[in-house]
Protein backbone atom coordinates (compact mmCIF):
# COMPACT_ATOMS: atom_id res chain seq x y z
CA UNK A 1 0.00 0.00 0.00
CA UNK A 2 1.77 3.04 -1.26
CA UNK A 3 -0.29 5.35 0.54
CA UNK A 4 0.43 9.14 -1.02
CA UNK A 5 2.72 9.31 -3.88
CA UNK A 6 4.41 13.12 -4.62
CA UNK A 7 6.51 13.59 -7.78
CA UNK A 8 8.85 15.04 -8.12
CA UNK A 9 11.16 14.96 -4.41
CA UNK A 10 13.30 18.07 -5.88
CA UNK A 11 12.61 20.12 -8.35
CA UNK A 12 14.76 23.57 -9.30
CA UNK A 13 12.67 26.40 -11.70
CA UNK A 14 13.24 29.48 -12.92
CA UNK A 15 11.21 32.80 -12.35
CA UNK A 16 8.04 32.89 -14.61
CA UNK A 17 8.56 28.49 -15.61
CA UNK A 18 6.01 26.69 -14.77
CA UNK A 19 5.47 23.51 -13.64
CA UNK A 20 2.75 20.59 -12.14
CA UNK A 21 3.15 18.70 -8.72
CA UNK A 22 1.97 15.57 -8.95
CA UNK A 23 -0.10 13.76 -5.96
CA UNK A 24 -1.75 10.47 -6.28
CA UNK A 25 -2.90 8.58 -3.37
CA UNK A 26 -4.30 4.62 -3.72
CA UNK A 27 -6.56 4.51 -0.28
CA UNK A 28 -9.98 5.60 -2.34
CA UNK A 29 -9.96 9.15 -0.24
CA UNK A 30 -12.20 11.54 -1.18
CA UNK A 31 -10.32 14.57 0.49
CA UNK A 32 -7.15 15.66 -0.72
CA UNK A 33 -5.16 18.40 -0.01
CA UNK A 34 -2.26 20.49 -0.34
CA UNK A 35 0.01 22.37 2.15
CA UNK A 36 3.28 24.47 1.63
CA UNK A 37 6.04 24.72 4.28
CA UNK A 38 8.35 27.51 4.22
CA UNK A 39 11.34 26.58 6.31
CA UNK A 40 11.16 26.62 10.00
CA UNK A 41 7.19 26.97 10.25
CA UNK A 42 4.36 24.77 10.38
CA UNK A 43 1.84 24.22 6.83
CA UNK A 44 -0.38 26.88 5.43
CA UNK A 45 -3.53 24.74 3.57
CA UNK A 46 -3.26 25.76 -0.49
CA UNK A 47 -6.10 24.27 -1.80
CA UNK A 48 -7.90 21.24 -0.99
CA UNK A 49 -11.05 19.31 -2.74
CA UNK A 50 -13.50 16.65 -1.92
CA UNK A 51 -13.74 14.79 -4.28
CA UNK A 52 -13.65 14.55 -8.01
CA UNK A 53 -14.73 17.87 -9.98
CA UNK A 54 -14.63 19.68 -6.75
CA UNK A 55 -12.06 21.88 -5.30
CA UNK A 56 -11.46 25.17 -3.11
CA UNK A 57 -9.20 27.53 -2.08
CA UNK A 58 -7.08 27.51 0.97
CA UNK A 59 -5.43 29.73 3.39
CA UNK A 60 -2.74 30.73 0.41
CA UNK A 61 -4.06 29.80 -3.21
CA UNK A 62 -2.74 32.60 -5.35
CA UNK A 63 0.00 31.70 -7.36
CA UNK A 64 -1.37 28.28 -7.91
CA UNK A 65 -4.24 25.96 -9.66
CA UNK A 66 -5.36 22.36 -8.52
CA UNK A 67 -7.59 19.93 -10.61
CA UNK A 68 -9.71 16.81 -9.59
CA UNK A 69 -10.35 14.64 -12.37
CA UNK A 70 -10.20 11.79 -10.78
CA UNK A 71 -10.65 10.09 -7.19
CA UNK A 72 -6.62 9.29 -7.02
CA UNK A 73 -4.94 12.42 -8.11
CA UNK A 74 -4.70 15.77 -7.16
CA UNK A 75 -2.14 18.03 -9.57
CA UNK A 76 -0.94 21.67 -8.16
CA UNK A 77 -0.02 23.68 -11.13
CA UNK A 78 2.19 26.91 -10.71
CA UNK A 79 1.98 28.53 -13.33
CA UNK A 80 4.40 31.34 -13.67
CA UNK A 81 7.00 30.98 -10.48
CA UNK A 82 8.43 33.23 -8.39
CA UNK A 83 11.35 33.26 -5.80
CA UNK A 84 8.10 33.50 -3.00
CA UNK A 85 7.29 30.07 -3.95
CA UNK A 86 10.19 28.36 -2.92
CA UNK A 87 9.08 25.98 -0.22
CA UNK A 88 7.93 22.10 0.44
CA UNK A 89 4.92 21.06 -0.99
CA UNK A 90 3.04 18.69 0.77
CA UNK A 91 0.02 16.30 -0.75
CA UNK A 92 -2.51 15.02 1.78
CA UNK A 93 -5.49 12.92 2.29
CA UNK A 94 -8.03 11.93 4.25
CA UNK A 95 -11.41 9.46 4.06
CA UNK A 96 -13.56 12.40 5.38
CA UNK A 97 -13.72 15.80 6.54
CA UNK A 98 -14.91 14.48 9.95
CA UNK A 99 -12.19 16.04 12.84
CA UNK A 100 -11.83 12.55 14.31
CA UNK A 101 -9.74 11.57 11.08
CA UNK A 102 -6.38 11.29 10.47
CA UNK A 103 -4.36 12.81 7.06
CA UNK A 104 -2.67 10.78 5.56
CA UNK A 105 0.95 12.85 3.90
CA UNK A 106 2.89 12.66 1.18
CA UNK A 107 6.99 12.47 1.28
CA UNK A 108 6.96 16.39 -0.10
CA UNK A 109 8.27 18.10 -2.91
CA UNK A 110 11.04 20.61 -2.44
CA UNK A 111 10.64 23.67 -4.55
CA UNK A 112 13.37 26.37 -5.14
CA UNK A 113 12.33 29.21 -7.73
CA UNK A 114 15.33 30.82 -8.59
CA UNK B 1 -9.00 26.47 14.85
CA UNK B 2 -8.56 27.62 17.88
CA UNK B 3 -5.04 28.74 18.56
CA UNK B 4 -2.41 26.40 20.72
CA UNK B 5 0.18 27.33 22.24
CA UNK B 6 3.50 24.78 22.67
CA UNK B 7 7.38 24.69 23.90
CA UNK B 8 9.60 25.35 20.63
CA UNK B 9 12.11 22.88 22.05
CA UNK B 10 12.83 19.96 24.47
CA UNK B 11 15.04 17.22 25.06
CA UNK B 12 14.80 13.26 25.85
CA UNK B 13 16.95 10.86 27.14
CA UNK B 14 16.87 7.75 25.35
CA UNK B 15 14.36 4.84 26.73
CA UNK B 16 12.86 7.62 28.94
CA UNK B 17 9.12 8.46 29.03
CA UNK B 18 8.70 12.23 27.23
CA UNK B 19 5.79 14.74 28.15
CA UNK B 20 4.95 17.06 25.64
CA UNK B 21 2.68 19.82 26.99
CA UNK B 22 -0.20 21.64 24.89
CA UNK B 23 -2.25 24.97 25.85
CA UNK B 24 -5.14 25.72 24.44
CA UNK B 25 -7.50 27.83 27.02
CA UNK B 26 -9.53 29.12 24.21
CA UNK B 27 -10.83 25.70 23.00
CA UNK B 28 -14.70 25.22 22.47
CA UNK B 29 -16.39 22.71 23.25
CA UNK B 30 -16.62 20.92 19.81
CA UNK B 31 -12.68 21.19 19.19
CA UNK B 32 -11.14 17.74 19.01
CA UNK B 33 -6.97 18.21 20.04
CA UNK B 34 -4.99 16.37 17.58
CA UNK B 35 -1.01 15.16 17.18
CA UNK B 36 0.69 15.01 14.37
CA UNK B 37 4.36 14.78 14.28
CA UNK B 38 7.26 15.30 11.64
CA UNK B 39 10.33 13.19 11.04
CA UNK B 40 13.04 15.21 9.28
CA UNK B 41 12.41 15.61 5.88
CA UNK B 42 9.42 13.39 5.85
CA UNK B 43 5.29 14.59 5.29
CA UNK B 44 3.59 14.84 8.97
CA UNK B 45 2.25 11.50 10.63
CA UNK B 46 -0.82 10.99 12.84
CA UNK B 47 -0.22 10.55 16.02
CA UNK B 48 -3.28 10.54 18.31
CA UNK B 49 -6.51 12.26 18.71
CA UNK B 50 -8.82 12.87 21.71
CA UNK B 51 -12.04 14.87 22.79
CA UNK B 52 -12.21 14.94 26.90
CA UNK B 53 -10.80 11.06 27.74
CA UNK B 54 -7.36 10.03 27.97
CA UNK B 55 -6.58 8.26 24.79
CA UNK B 56 -3.62 5.58 23.98
CA UNK B 57 -2.97 3.66 21.19
CA UNK B 58 0.74 2.08 19.98
CA UNK B 59 2.32 5.10 19.27
CA UNK B 60 1.29 7.34 22.50
CA UNK B 61 -0.95 8.35 24.81
CA UNK B 62 -3.09 12.13 25.37
CA UNK B 63 -4.07 13.17 28.62
CA UNK B 64 -6.28 15.63 28.56
CA UNK B 65 -7.12 18.01 31.04
CA UNK B 66 -10.34 17.72 33.38
CA UNK B 67 -10.96 22.15 32.05
CA UNK B 68 -9.58 20.88 28.63
CA UNK B 69 -7.78 24.24 28.51
CA UNK B 70 -3.84 21.91 28.49
CA UNK B 71 -2.92 18.77 27.19
CA UNK B 72 0.17 16.16 27.32
CA UNK B 73 1.30 13.85 24.62
CA UNK B 74 3.02 10.96 26.62
CA UNK B 75 5.65 8.76 24.70
CA UNK B 76 6.15 6.21 26.93
CA UNK B 77 9.63 5.11 26.34
CA UNK B 78 11.17 7.50 23.76
CA UNK B 79 13.47 6.35 20.84
CA UNK B 80 16.13 7.74 18.24
CA UNK B 81 13.09 7.72 15.82
CA UNK B 82 10.63 9.45 17.84
CA UNK B 83 13.41 12.80 17.19
CA UNK B 84 10.74 15.14 15.10
CA UNK B 85 8.95 18.20 15.37
CA UNK B 86 5.17 17.67 17.45
CA UNK B 87 2.45 19.62 16.43
CA UNK B 88 -0.79 20.16 18.62
CA UNK B 89 -3.53 21.09 16.79
CA UNK B 90 -7.27 21.86 17.85
CA UNK B 91 -10.13 20.68 15.15
CA UNK B 92 -13.28 22.11 14.82
CA UNK B 93 -16.18 20.11 14.37
CA UNK B 94 -18.90 22.99 13.60
CA UNK B 95 -18.10 22.24 10.33
CA UNK B 96 -17.52 24.98 7.24
CA UNK B 97 -14.54 25.41 5.01
CA UNK B 98 -11.86 25.62 8.25
CA UNK B 99 -12.87 22.06 9.09
CA UNK B 100 -10.96 20.94 6.30
CA UNK B 101 -7.85 21.94 7.11
CA UNK B 102 -5.04 20.98 9.80
CA UNK B 103 -4.09 24.28 11.08
CA UNK B 104 0.06 23.71 12.06
CA UNK B 105 1.83 25.96 13.95
CA UNK B 106 5.40 26.06 14.56
CA UNK B 107 5.00 23.27 17.11
CA UNK B 108 7.73 21.29 19.60
CA UNK B 109 11.01 20.23 18.30
CA UNK B 110 11.71 16.82 20.28
CA UNK B 111 15.70 15.58 20.13
CA UNK B 112 16.36 12.19 22.01
CA UNK B 113 20.21 11.73 23.53
CA UNK B 114 21.06 8.24 23.19
Known amino acids: NAGVTQTPKFRILKIGQSMTLQCTQD?????MYWYRQDPGMGLKLIYY???????DKGEVPNGYNVSRSTTEDFPLRLELAAPSQTSVYFC?????????????FGQGTRLTVV | DAKTTQPNSMESNEEEPVHLPCNHS???????IHWYRQLPSQGPEYVIHGLTSNVNNRMASLAIAEDRKSSTLILHRATLRDAAVYYC???????????????FGKGTKLSVIP
Open chain 1, 49 to 55: SVGAGIT
Open chain 1, 92 to 104: ASSRGQGVWTEAF
Open chain 2, 26 to 32: TISGTDY
Open chain 2, 89 to 103: ILRDNEGGAGSYQLT
Open chain 1, 27 to 31: MNHNY
